[in-house]
């Protein structure tokens, strides 16, 4: 989904350079979108699925939020590159779509992954306070990025902090719950 995000996105801002527009808006397109896709990445593969799995499957309740979560999570990771087109699109061509609509176009999904990201594989085999906090916090941030005038910059920014904070956190051995 991750791969399908970047080539919509990657179409999109393309197809906006070859009808010559504000280069200044697509650079920060592209930029802040491959920021948020390539930490979407990181943050998904951070954990090994197999010791997720291996403990979820114990218990039946968490077995089915791992599996249907993961709707949600794919799904958001699409929409997420089908908002950053939708936003190239907004930044070449006059439309009757407002700037706030399609900012939220590129930010919902990104909150929406960070959310349903640390409600399946985070929460359930939490490890420190840090990550108690800072996807939640990350996803209302990211949210509030589309008041920015560069959205898909600030999203991919605060989502590229997330990634710091958790590795650094990880690797510290984290606060202990």
Request: aromatic fraction near 10%; glycine fraction near 6%.
């Amino acid at each position: 989904m991750l791969g399908e995000s970047i080539a919509a996105a990657a179409v999109a801002v393309r197809g906006a350079f070859d009808r010559n527009h504000d280069a200044g808006a697509l650079y920060t397109l592209a930029i802040g979108g491959l920021l948020m896709v390539f930490a979407m990445w990181w943050l998904y593969f951070a954990r090994p699925a197999h010791t997720l799995l291996a403990t979820t499957h114990q218990a039946h309740p968490k077995r089915f939020t791992w599996a249907y979560g993961h709707y949600l999570i794919f799904a958001s990771a699409a929409a997420a590159g089908a908002g950053l087109a939708a936003y190239a699109e907004l930044v070449t061509r006059s439309t009757d779509v407002p700037s706030v609509a399609a900012s939220a176009a590129v930010t919902l999904p990104v909150a929406i992954f960070l959310l349903t990201t640390w409600a399946v594989h985070i929460r359930p085999h939490q490890q420190s306070t840090v990550e108690q906090f800072a996807y939640p916090g990350a996803a209302i941030a990211v949210l509030a990025a589309a008041q920015s005038p560069a959205p898909a910059l600030v999203a991919g920014l605060l989502a590229a902090a997330l990634v710091v904070v958790v590795t650094v956190a990880d690797r510290a051995g984290g606060e202990r719950l």
